[in-house]
């Protein structure tokens, strides 16, 4: 028999198993994975940039021709 895959919830760190008995997998309960998802929604998790953009102005506008 295959041992169950065991993995820690990103936010506690308790062991869950990874099968259909975990229903909010990889979160270890409903509390943890809202937790998660209030902190993506709060910006606390970014993705840092390498370089910020070189020029922030408006592209020119054209004019429509008669």
């Given at each position: ?19 259909p008995q ?45």
């Amino acid at each position: 028999m295959v041992e169950p895959r065991i993995v820690n919830c990103p936010h506690c760190g308790a062991a869950v198993v990874w099968g259909p008995q975990s229903p909010y997998r990889p979160f270890c309960s409903e509390r943890c994975k809202k937790i998660d998802l209030g902190a993506w929604a709060n910006d606390e998790y970014r993705v840092p940039d390498v370089e910020p953009p070189d020029d922030f102005s408006r592209p020119e506008q054209t004019t429509p021709r008669e």
